[in-house]
């Protein structure tokens, strides 16, 4: 059963891993957001219901 040999998936997997935690991460992470939060307080516009004239 060849799925059983973790000679070729165990290393791909593994490689796979370490790419991704020490060379993508790092980058992904370093980015500033354009759009950061605030600490303003959101006010919310009161609306009126619709009249529907079946009501």
Known sequence: MPQLNPSPWFFI??????TFSLIIQPKLL??????PPS????TTT????WTWPWT
């Open 39 to 42: 600490n303003k307080i959101s």
């Open 30 to 35: 370093s980015f500033t957001p354009t759009n």
């Open 13 to 18: 997997m593994l490689t796979t891993w370490l």
């Open 46 to 49: 009161k609306t009126t219901p």
